[in-house]
């Protein structure tokens, strides 16, 4: 089977492929936290109201992690199955980061209702956040998997990196200079670190060879850090609709994000003018949030970033391209990393 032979599926199938197969096996694992980290957890996932009252299905996230992983796994001659532990393993961990960031940026609401903290409070939010990390890699260390040892040190060496990339992100936000060198590794650690993770898990678990998973691995490490891109951009310039957060939350934050960084470090006056409103101690009026975007732009700070986001993309491609995987899985692992890259999921 040759890849212009494959009928493409869209994105769009793809996610809903990986959030079949990973409702199932997700449900059971929340169930195994105490009851007051479950309700919270579960609420978090979108599976039911702050009462415990079921949602609609699709309230929650769009399982991108995990359906990079399963998909991973099948691109390495694997079986989805196979793969499933990991991906459950890859989606608690995301949700344990999802469960702190909003604490600790003050973020009222995701996906378009309040936040656990905002619905919980604060100390609740922490340690449903700490049980669904214990939880991730209970998950894989019980797999049965022959390389679930593996898999668990994949995953430890990768929550570190994602904690001292969040660690850097958080230091950011109280200094007053942030060279863009440091703000991609920075971004590197946070987000990539965590898909590069996916995607070699979802090879080591699929029966990949060393090289295959280092391919992977690769692939997702430049693909995360352009969706890191992208997710940045949305951050400023994003519809709230498809957010579910407020316009502008980033700047109101003063995030030292990657398009502001780049901004702030362009040398040109609008430069020097959105470091002087970054350096306010008052918060920002709604104008003087739209000021900040346009004077981002103005620097060149979001055509830098949706340039770097195709480079890195194309990279990632590469890399895919020269592992040798099967043509159905890996078409769909480009479907994914397209969406991710310019629609900003």
């Known amino acids: 089977m040759t890849a212009e032979s494959i009928e493409r599926r869209t994105a769009g199938a793809v996610l809903d492929w990986g959030r079949a197969l990973l409702r199932p096996a997700l449900g059971p694992a929340v169930d195994q936290l105490p009851a007051p980290m479950r309700h919270i957890t579960g609420y978090h996932l979108g599976w039911w109201d702050a009462h415990g009252v079921p949602a609609e299905a699709g309230g929650g996230g769009k399982a991108v992690r995990p359906t990079l992983v399963l998909l991973a796994g099948e691109a390495a001659g694997g079986e989805a199955g196979e793969a499933l532990p990991a991906a459950v393993a890859v989606e608690l961990v995301h949700n344990f980061s999802l469960l702190h960031d909003d604490v600790m940026d003050g973020d009222a609401t995701r996906r378009h209702r309040p936040t656990a903290w905002s619905a919980f409070g604060v100390s609740q939010a922490i340690l449903a956040g700490d049980a669904v ?52 590794r920075m971004a590197s650690g946070k987000t990539g670190a965590l898909i590069a993770c996916a995607c070699a898990l979802g090879g080591i678990f699929g029966g990949g060879t060393a090289a295959q998973v280092e391919h992977l691995r690769a692939f997702g490490d430049r693909l995360g850090l352009a969706f890191q891109l992208a997710d940045d951009l949305l951050g400023i310039w994003g519809d709230p609709v498809v957010t579910g957060k407020p316009v502008y939350s980033d700047l109101a934050n003063r995030k030292k994000s990657l398009p502001v960084v780049a901004a702030l470090t362009s040398g040109t006056a609008a430069g020097r003018e959105l470091a002087a409103l970054y350096r306010r101690e008052a918060l920002l009026s709604d104008d003087e949030l739209t000021r900040a975007a346009g004077l981002i732009e103005e620097a060149g700070g979001r055509a830098w970033s949706q340039s770097t986001a195709d480079a890195l993309l194309e990279e990632a491609l590469t890399r895919l391209n020269a592992a040798g995987l099967a043509p159905r899985p890996a078409a769909d692992l480009t479907t994914l990393a397209g969406l991710m890259t310019h629609r900003m999921v």
């Open 133 to 184: 990390l214990t939880l991730a890699f209970d998950v894989l260390a019980s797999s049965g998997h022959p390389l679930a040892r593996e898999g668990v040190s994949a995953l430890s060496a990768t929550v570190q990196e994602l904690l001292n990339g969040q660690s850097s992100d958080v230091e950011f936000e109280g200094r007053a200079e942030v060279e863009l060198a440091e703000c991609l």
